[in-house]
């Protein structure tokens, strides 16, 4: 007889330094994790640095995340296309 699993997707939200998670939101495994993550951004503050992962693009979501006073680092899909709307001294 084979047991029956309950399924979740969770999203966390952790300190780098000492992996502490600060806070974390549960769902069911049909909630998608940029749904899962809008919740976390409530957590955020103003002098935060968030570090996101390629898979949760979206302009809509960067703003949701901007709008917490908090700075993004924000890795994306290497086939992104992004316009360069400020070319820096060492030629990033």
């Known amino acids: ?27 069911p495994c049909t909630t998608g994790e940029t749904t899962l993550a809008r919740e976390l951004f409530k957590r955020l503050t103003e002098g935060m640095l968030l570090l996101v992962d390629r898979g949760f693009c979206g302009y809509d979501l960067w703003q949701a995340a901007t709008a917490t006073g908090a700075e993004l680092c924000w890795r994306t899909k290497s086939n992104a296309v992004l316009a360069v709307t400020q070319a820096l001294p060492d030629g990033s």
Request: hydrophobic letters at 50%; charged letters at 20%.
């Open 1 to 27: 007889m084979r047991g029956v699993f309950c399924e979740a997707r969770v999203v966390a939200l952790s300190e780098c330094g000492t992996h502490a998670i600060i806070g974390a939101e549960i769902g």
